[in-house]
């Protein structure tokens, strides 16, 4: 097929080459799109799993807060030691005072919820039974510092153990969080871990 122009017969095909060439079609090769959709993958997953990391350190906030009244002695002799635990917690510290009954609710729905919802990530799953099991066991030392029970502890004795306990569960507590940071599971505190395992399962990756 042929155009006229004027005088001149120019056939099609050499406008559609001329077109071409002046108007190339662009198109990105199939790997370079494959490359993109491959790091929007990798960004996502990154985004999930930090998530997923700073998610499991929030259970821990409970445990930390009621141990706040086992460092009441330490606060006094380092009050630099009551600025850098009870500043960041203090607003949980005000809702508990608010609503007395938040810690119990707040321990029964993690449980129920998060601990015994098998789609919930094991990951999760494994640092809420942790940190519940640390407010469990702050049962016992509270109940031999209350009141020094009836005078019959030496308040030197009724200290100590304040002191021991406020320092185990920060260890611990600072231990597990900065283990999820960096994407390991906390599971090396002695008892405690193997009773989580108990409870959940075995496994230590951050999905079931």
Do not use: W
Not at 51 to 66: F, G, K, N, Q, T
Not at 104 to 113: D, E, P
């Amino acid at each position: 097929m042929t155009l006229v122009t004027g005088f001149c017969r120019v056939p099609s095909s050499s406008l559609q080459l001329g077109f071409r060439e002046r108007h190339p079609l662009r198109l990105a090769p199939v790997s370079a799109r494959r490359d993109r959709v491959a790091k929007q993958d990798i960004s996502m997953n990154i985004v999930k799993e930090g998530a997923l990391r700073v998610v499991s350190c929030l259970p821990y906030i409970l445990p930390m807060m009621d141990s706040l009244s086992y460092g009441r002695f330490l606060f006094q002799k380092i009050p630099l030691l009551a600025f850098i635990f009870m500043k960041p917690l203090q607003p949980f510290v005000e809702l508990a005072q608010a609503f007395p009954m938040i810690s119990f609710v707040a321990f029964l729905g993690l449980f129920l919820f998060v601990v015994r919802n098998r789609k919930v990530p094991r990951f999760i799953r494994f640092n809420t039974m942790q940190a519940l099991l640390l407010e469990i066991l702050l049962i016992f030392p509270q109940i031999l510092t209350s009141g020094n029970m009836g005078g019959l502890i030496p308040f030197v004795f009724t200290e100590f153990v304040s002191n021991m306990t406020f320092y185990a569960i920060a260890a611990i507590v600072g231990y597990s969080c900065i283990s999820n940071l960096r994407g390991e599971l906390p599971c090396k505190i002695p008892v405690i871990s193997t009773a989580v395992f108990q409870q959940i399962g075995g496994g230590a990756g951050f999905d079931d």
